[in-house]
């Protein structure tokens, strides 16, 4: 059993993990918790869970890994609930470690620490599908050296590591050729894929581009500053890689920004939005935002939900501030704190614009044709990451050309198969 908290990258993770112990005989069930510490809230949850899991299954071995257990083990180590701490164990040793743990030969509950370093392998380019969406994941990068002033990531994470370039494009094409239609590349800072090695992602997709493979392929988050205007005319007009650009943004407020570390001005965001609504007025634009930074005026605020309205963005994803020991944000919160109801209320407002976003980015694929994979219980996800209902049913983890159509206030889709389709729609 497994119960995965945070990024793609920790889900990933925690497929490795459960795939590993599925191999191994230990003679009792076994519940991994891949557990986040991004904020104090997903601390909390990680622990509400394995409070939980542990009264629904009393005599299994419960696990915790990941960021929390590499962050503040001791913290997990104190819970009755749990038998094992691992922080970033690799796959296959967390079943060594439970079998040293019953045998006696671990002293406490929390293993060794072991901290990554530069040359370290981010991890095999193995891919792990997700059964409950027919597409498959790719954890290809691991690390970020940047310092944004609200994360903790880097100090857990260490350097930046990629794997090696070409098995991976060697993987992404095994793995097309073995009937997924869909994978997803991802990385705790994607964008920087391949600097260790004297590469780049560019260089990857451009390699993928000229020889598409038999899937598509769709990037998780891309930090703006890092992807450039090269990636994104790529990703806009590209015959492999999927319409679909998730760059976070966290504030439209210069000044926050300078606050937050980000490394981006607010109209150089605007530029890179813009110039990928120019190439693809299909490509779905989604962002990152942070209601309520330290030290973020009604006036600052005002600018930030000002700037995102303008931008042809396609869906928001919004976070009310909460303070991470450890960070500067933290430090921050302490000497200029934004109310909590301002807070709530400053999320709530964006998540309406988010809302009204998405509404429209719907309603403007009304009568178009989209690229579709049929996911399970009668959806598709077409390439520019639109879900919609399908008329007419067809099997789970196959890819067709549908027609989309939207109704009501809320444009909600639904999605016809369209055999008379020959090719993805042209940008």
């Not at 590993?20 to 997903?42: F, N």
């Not at 260790?196 to 038999?214: H, I, N």
């Not at 520019?384 to 809320?410: D, K």
Request: with cysteine; proline share 8%; net charge positive.
């Amino acid at each position: 059993m497994v119960a995965a908290f945070g990024c793609k990258v920790s889900r990933i993770e925690a497929r490795a993990e459960a795939a590993a112990l599925d191999a191994t005989a230990l003679g009792r069930r076994v519940i991994l918790v891949r557990t986040c510490t991004v904020t104090e809230r997903a601390d909390r949850d990680v622990k509400r869970t394995i409070r939980r899991l542990r009264r629904q299954k009393p005599d299994a071995w419960l696990v915790a890994s990941g960021c929390l257990a590499e962050r503040d083990p001791e913290s997990l180590a104190r819970m009755p609930e749990v038998d094992l701490v691992v922080g970033f164990a690799r796959a296959g040793e967390v079943a060594r470690l439970l079998s040293d743990r019953e045998a006696g030969l671990l002293p406490g509950k929390v293993a060794p620490a072991r901290t990554p370093e530069r040359g370290d392998p981010a991890g095999e380019a193995v891919f792990f599908p997700d059964p409950g969406r027919t597409r498959a994941f790719l954890k290809i990068q691991d690390g970020c050296e940047r310092r944004c002033a609200f994360c903790i990531v880097p100090s857990l994470r260490g350097p930046e590591r990629s794997v090696d370039p070409v098995a991976l494009e060697d993987e992404i094409r095994r793995v097309g050729a073995s009937g997924v239609p869909e994978v997803v590349l991802a990385g705790v800072h994607l964008a920087n894929f391949g600097k260790d090695r004297g590469t780049s992602l560019l260089a990857l997709l451009r390699r993928l581009d000229a020889e598409p493979p038999p899937c598509r392929v769709r990037l998780s988050s891309l930090e703006p500053m890092e992807a450039g205007a090269e990636l994104v005319d790529l990703v806009a007009t590209s015959r492999a890689v999927v319409p679909h650009l998730h760059l976070p943004l966290q504030s439209g407020c210069d000044a926050v920004l300078r606050r937050m570390r980000r490394g981006i001005t607010a109209s150089r965001y605007r530029a890179l939005a813009l110039r990928a609504a120019r190439a693809n007025p299909r490509l779905h634009l989604a962002t990152d935002l942070i209601a309520g930074f330290p030290g973020e005026t009604p006036a600052e605020f005002a600018e930030t939900e000002r700037f995102v309205a303008e931008l042809p963005l396609a869906s928001l994803h919004v976070f009310p501030f909460s303070p991470r020991s450890g960070t500067r944000g933290a430090e921050l919160h302490g000497e200029h704190p934004v109310a909590s109801a301002d807070v709530t209320r400053r999320a709530a407002r964006l998540r309406r614009l988010g809302e009204e976003k998405a509404r429209g980015f719907r309603r403007s694929a009304d009568g178009t044709l989209a690229d579709a994979v049929v996911l399970r219980g009668g959806l598709v996800l077409t390439d520019h990451y639109l879900e919609a209902a399908l008329e007419t049913p067809c099997p789970a983890g196959s890819r067709r050309f549908v027609r989309l159509f939207a109704s009501g206030p809320a444009a909600q889709l639904t999605a016809v198969p369209a055999p008379e389709a020959g090719r993805i729609p042209p940008p």
